[in-house]
Every structure is written in structure tokens, then in C-alpha cells.
């Protein structure tokens, strides 16, 4: 699987870690245990399909990027930096 980094280009999908759902992008805000916070560690889809994870490129520019990609096929769809889609301008 060739994943294109925003910034490096596209590269083998080994020079990334897969990092989990996008969700994680949206921490809860309350500090302390709370329902909020285990629904954000404990509670995940699994879905058959697109999906939009956090890919941490560590083999290169060390960038967290969020990756549209088929489950099923594994084909990527989207890459974009997640410091982009957090502040809108992705």
C-alpha cells in the first residue's frame, strides 16, 4: 500500500504507524474521568468501508496525517495533515 504524503510525497505504507480513528483528533474537554472520556478510549466502530484514520508518519517528516482509505480494498482515497483538518483548511 503507497500512502502520498502531504508533505514528502508518496511513499511505502511502512513509514507510517496507523494511529487509530479520526475521533481521536476530538478529545473531551472535562479533565478527570468522566462517561465522555471512557466513550473516547473505549468506544470504537470497526466499519466495513471508508473510514478516515490518524496515520503518524514517523519514517519521514514526522507529520500526524488523517487518511481516507477503503477498508475493504485498502485503496487510499484522501491524505491531508491533521493539523489542517483541525484548524478547518483542509
Same mark, same amino acid.
Given at each position: 500500500?503507497?500512502?502520498?504524503?502531504?508533505?514528502?510525497?508518496?511513499?511505502?505504507?511502512?513509514?507510517?504507524?496507523?494511529?487509530?480513528?479520526? #475521533?481521536?483528533?476530538?478529545?473531551?474537554?472535562? !479533565?478527570?474521568?468522566?462517561?465522555?472520556?471512557?466513550?473516547?478510549?473505549?468506544?470504537?466502530?470497526?466499519?466495513?468501508?471508508?473510514?478516515?484514520?490518524?496515520?503518524?508518519?514517523?519514517?519521514?517528516?514526522?507529520?500526524?496525517?488523517?487518511? !481516507?482509505?477503503?477498508?475493504? #480494498?485498502?485503496?487510499?482515497?484522501?491524505? !491531508?495533515?491533521?493539523?489542517?483538518?483541525?484548524?478547518?483548511?483542509?
Amino acid at each position: 500500500m503507497r500512502i502520498k504524503c502531504p508533505l514528502c510525497g508518496d511513499r511505502d505504507s511502512r513509514e507510517f504507524t496507523p494511529m487509530g480513528h479520526e #475521533t481521536y483528533m476530538n478529545r473531551p474537554d472535562d !479533565e478527570g474521568w468522566s462517561p465522555a472520556w471512557d466513550n473516547y478510549l473505549h468506544l470504537r466502530d470497526n466499519p466495513a468501508g471508508i473510514t478516515r484514520e490518524m496515520w503518524y508518519h514517523g519514517a519521514g517528516c514526522t507529520s500526524w496525517l488523517r487518511v !481516507e482509505r477503503d477498508t475493504v #480494498t485498502h485503496d487510499i482515497l484522501r491524505v !491531508e495533515l491533521a493539523a489542517d483538518v483541525k484548524r478547518g483548511t483542509a
